[in-house]
């Protein structure tokens, strides 16, 4: 009895236009937010990246044993294959259109 009644209820109709309205806006905020977070990973994984393969370790250590003296170094000389100046991992998104020259 109650769900007969519960559907002959038309105090909450929603007309079809505006549902499918509000499914498109919510779809479309998904779809940005999804993007958006995929934009974020790959940015963060580049940075990852650039961050360890520019890891330094070089060390010199010199102590005195009694009348031994002893010194220990590396020094790495490797300036990396990075170029000066450019944004860490950034993503480049100036694509030109097609036809433009």
């Known amino acids: ?28 905020g998904t779809l940005c937010g999804w993007v958006t977070i995929r934009d974020q990973v790959t940015q963060e994984l580049g940075d990852l990246s650039v961050a360890m ?15 031994l003296v002893v010194s220990a170094s590396f020094i790495d000389n490797d300036a990396g294959d990075g170029v000066a100046g450019a944004a860490p991992a950034g993503l480049a998104l100036n694509v ?5 020259d």
């Open 53 to 67: 393969q520019n890891i330094d370790q070089p060390f010199s250590l010199n102590y005195t044993l009694g009348t």
């Open 1 to 28: 009895m109650w769900l007969h009644e519960l559907w002959n209820d038309e105090s909450g109709v929603l007309d079809v236009s505006s549902y499918i309205f509000f499914v498109t806006v919510i779809c479309l």
């Open 96 to 100: 030109p259109g097609a036809g433009e």
